[in-house]
């Protein structure tokens, strides 16, 4: 008898991240390295082999029973392939088949980042007991996944939930998917520097103008800085009620670095889902901070296998325990 473990990845366009994760979401044996992100595809490739190798090499890989993979998007999960938007030299890549070909025939499950972050806050983090939830990351970008009737909702191709590319203003911006006035173009950490910058605000001495640095400034009641931080959360709540109307969610969880700002960017989110999400089945709508952390997205790779459903470090023969 052998405990039953998931090799995730989770494939960013800064690192790529391996690890060995059991039935109750630990993440045991992890392996990184950089994403070569501006390399050929083989190149990139070449660094997955790295991870994998690392994990092979441990003694507990005799219990790896599949893989579950988390990609920056767009993924094609019924291809098997990624075209992440941040690593160029990956376009239609077929990752299923070549790591089903490192790993000697394990079957592998791929799905967007965002999806699993859902997968893995409903299995460990803020959505547990929520049958039905949108999980979001705020981040470089703006990405998320559903959980709809109980069950992760990963769509055909494993990007269902990709909030960040809902027009939420129908002139606005370019945004580099192609359309107009996205989530992600207005509420993403990089589109809240440039905002604030171009509506005159500073960074302090230390030059930093990140999205942190605006939300320490919103923080201190800087006019301009709580302003950006307003408007990102009035995008953030246009694209959130539109899909709480079109799918019924009673719980949006936010992750990722903007999170961080906290009150700074849940407080005005709060008041503009008061403005946006109207209908009586919506009004109730909850939102809480992620759960899950740096590790989520392993996790959530993990968890996309089902992974959580076969419950709490059951083994062989066991009962499984759906649900949490
Ligand atoms: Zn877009």
């Avoid at 893989?67 to 291809?79: C, E, F, R």
């Avoid at 109980?150 to 998917?177: E, K, M, R």
């Avoid at 901070?289 to 996790?299: E, F, I, Q, Y």
Wanted: glycine share 18%; aromatic share 4%.
């Amino acid at each position: 008898m052998h405990t039953d473990y998931v090799a995730a990845l989770d494939i960013g366009g800064t690192k790529i991240a391996g690890a060995l994760v059991d039935g109750t979401g630990g993440v045991l044996v992890r392996a990184q390295r950089p994403t070569p992100a501006k390399e050929s595809g083989e190149r990139i490739m070449g660094a997955v082999e790295e991870v994998f190798g690392e994990l092979m090499a441990d003694p507990l890989w005799v219990g790896a029973s599949a893989v579950g993979i988390g990609s920056a998007g767009p993924v094609d999960a019924t291809a098997g392939t990624v075209s992440p938007v941040n690593v160029p030299g990956w376009r239609g890549f077929p990752l299923v088949e070549r790591v089903r070909a490192v790993t000697g025939g394990l079957p592998v499950t791929l799905v967007g980042d965002g999806v699993a972050i859902a997968a893995a806050e409903h299995w460990q983090g803020a959505a547990r007991g929520h049958d039905n939830a949108l999980c979001m990351v705020v981040s470089t970008g703006v990405g998320g996944g559903l959980v709809l009737g109980g069950a992760l909702h990963p769509g055909p191709t494993g990007n269902a939930g990709h909030i960040g590319h809902i027009s939420v203003d129908l002139d606005g911006d370019l945004c580099p998917c192609g359309s107009r006035g996205c989530v992600e173009r207005i509420a993403s950490g990089p589109n809240i520097a440039r905002w604030a910058m171009g509506a005159g605000w500073q960074p302090g001495p230390d030059g930093d103008a990140t999205a942190a640095a605006v939300a320490a400034s919103a923080a201190a009641g800087h006019p301009i800085a709580t302003a950006a931080f307003e408007r990102a959360a009035q995008a953030l709540a246009a694209g959130i009620a539109a899909t709480a109307t079109l799918v019924e969610v009673d719980l949006v969880v936010i992750g990722g670095g903007v999170s961080k700002a906290g009150e700074v960017l849940f407080g005005p989110l709060r008041r503009s889902l008061r403005d946006y999400a109207t209908l009586s089945f919506v009004q109730g709508l909850k939102v809480a901070p992620a759960m899950t952390g740096t590790d989520g997205g392993l996790v959530g790779a993990a968890a996309a296998t089902g992974l959580g459903a076969r419950g709490l470090g059951a083994r062989d023969g066991d009962a499984a325990v759906v649900g949490g």
